[in-house]
């Protein structure tokens, strides 16, 4: 069935970056119209050739760490970067899990007839072309090819190149199986030299997205550098606002996970705002918790009235941490509260605490984020825990997917209409009028 | 209830394009907070306010009309610049019908339960802050800021300068009469230096999406000069398929409409492809039809060995003509046209005339357009045939919003999660887990 034309690669012969990319554009319908039967077949094909090739991906990964402890890595990086037994036990979790999930395309949004003859159906399809650029961690690998495959988009990706012998036996692990289980060939595209991400950037003709995951100075430069959409984030820099209904006790749990429960990731808090009239509860109790967690306090000067700690400047509102420090600030009310999330936030995650229901009504409606919680921590902005299975990053954009982005952030839609030799003249010059209704 | 600070511009006070922006995104949640009843009267007020301010509207237009006929400006030109009582009569109808549409707003699209006291829902609101530039056609500026109202968005206006003084006071008169009847000061701005178009540009820590609606290299020139996201479409350069299994009346029909019921749109088809077994029965007849309306066909040499014509180059397969020409080949299959169409199409609407289903599913899942259409004009691709009431246009892009974008197109959503005090490291611990049930 499948009979557009495959380019085959000859022996010897090279293409570009921009070139297979073009290719892989044109040819991206085929991977497209996979059924999901022939996409789930792939994922447990997958799965089956990670176990397999388990032995040598694991000895890649040992020639990675190897290379990285040379080259002086920080431990924390070393232990992202380890991609072990227990690591592909997990990753193969995940596929099972993605397997299980409903297929993402074919679905019909809308249905409507314009006429007794003439009807369209709004469908979701895949985007197309993804490409993808993430951090040291190979589990990335794993999960951001086999997304595409289960939402039929093909993929270009880059790894790390602390972890380039790990990708690349993943890589030729997964893209194998997914060919040889009847995936289009060219459906994926390992990209490996840093200066190939240059030509990448430029393949705003074949690429459709872009998803950068990186340090905030890392995407922005892809941001700035390219004429492809980009979906993702740059910083996260999340508030909590302790309300002065709030139950301190769970301001203190909740703070102090938000702040401590993981730091270098984009969902951790940054910022605390407290309620002048529940500083005085909260802060000395909050206190000993970060201590008790070395965490750094930098308050402004009414909050050094209250506690020890550092002093805040303008800056540190401004600044992601990605560890142990945490500014605070008083405010006047709930609203002061918003003004400050709204302007030097990322939009990404923000909580209220309050017991409070109207406060919390306000505050979900006014603070202009991604996600707005009430009353739990912002470590809970995740893909996995949003019941996604997966998720290939969080975005901070309005367009598109924000937040935790699974399958439905990489798929489109597209109108399919059906008619009967219908004309807009009909209906331009008043021989016809339209009838819309909705059959959905 | 709306407590975040209005900034009052004092008499002689002027603000940049960025600050003002910069301002009008700081204070869009003020906006995203109107409930839809004061949505609706603001709508209200504003085709009062369109009615009641009529003779004046006239007045400016005809002075814009004079000095366009003094400037020469072509006839269609001048045609579409023209807004008189039946165009306000034509305005005002589509603001009551916008105000039936239900509320874009405050739409929960998932309901999740993580845990027994943990749960979010995912509900649409506005995405903040919209510029939008367009061409001469007054009722564009009425379209666009009414689309903004009734999707809470704040806007950023810049009309064609044929019709400065009509948009001035179409301006004018919209924004007063929103102000009065309760919506936010500042919520919409209007630019009307051309200089001003690049300081816009620059504003993408403010403007969240911009709207280009012009000529292929205006909108190109937009899409290379800034880091907002950009929706809508370059070109359009939308195909038909006849297929050897058409029915060749319908053919003929569509095709005509397709090509000439309106050339200088988007949604006119530029290329017409023929499948081999089909050019004898239907070229002849649809050429004495394209004779009749004036239409220069541009055909291969096997399209000039049936009927006599220009010849087409590679060249008028890649060009959106706007104008009564159009390009034609004989393709082996349904699977070269599809080929053809992903090469050399702008991924806008693209149709098949065949009687055969299964030929129509193949062309239905393989073509990457945002409408793929089957025996009807391409025509059809329009907000208002779609029955979206109105649109700020038509995009081709694979994120956000594909194809005639309407209200929908001008929300994004939020999760709003409500806890109890939970915290990532109970789950993370192992002491709780997820229980992940939908709740919709």
Partial sequence: MVKLRVYVKREGETMTIKEQARKMKLDSSKMAVQPIAARNRALVAVAKSLLDNQEAIIAANKEDLETGQNAGLEAPVLKRLKFDENKIQDVIKGIEELINLPDPLGRAQMKRELDSDLSYVRETCPIGVIGVIFESRP????????????????????????????????????????????????????????????????????????IPRGSNSFVQYIMSNTKIPVMGHADGICH????????????????????????????????????????????????????????????????????????????????EYLDLIISIKLVEDVYEAIEHINKYGSHHTDCIITENTETEEIFMQYVDS????????????????????????????????????????????????????????????????????DLM
């Fill in 370 to 437: 991604a996600g707005v919680y009430c009353n739990c921590s912002t470590r809970f902005a995740d893909g996995f825990r949003y019941g996604f299975g997966a998720e290939v990053g969080i975005s901070t954009s309005k367009l598109h997917a924000r937040g935790p982005v699974g399958l439905e952030g990489l798929c489109t839609y597209k109108y399919k209409m059906h008619g009967n030799g219908n004309i807009v003249a009909d209906y331009a010059e008043g021989r016809k009028a339209f009838k819309f209704k």
């Fill in 139 to 210: 589990d990335a690998m794993v999960q951001i090819a086999t997304l595409c495959l289960k939402s039929g988009n093909c993929a270009i990706l880059k790894g790390g190149s602390e972890a380039m012998k790990t990708n690349k036996i993943l890589f030729k692990s997964i893209y194998k199986a997914a060919i040889d289980s009847g995936m289009p060939e060219g459906c994926m595209l390992q990209v490996e030299a840093r200066n190939e991400i240059t030509e990448l950037l430029e393949c705003h003709e074949s690429v459709d997205l872009l």
């Fill in 240 to 319: 909590i606002y302790a309300d002065k209904d709030m139950d301190v006790e769970k301001a203190v749990k909740v703070i102090i996970d938000s702040k401590t429960q993981y730091t270098s990731v984009c969902n951790a808090t940054e910022t605390l705002l407290v309620h002048r009239d529940g500083a005085d509860k909260l802060l000395p109790e909050l206190n000993k918790a970060f201590l008790a967690k070395n965490v750094e306090v930098r308050g402004t000067k009414e909050v050094r009235d209250i506690i020890e700690c550092e002093p805040a400047t303008e800056e540190d509102f401004a600044t």
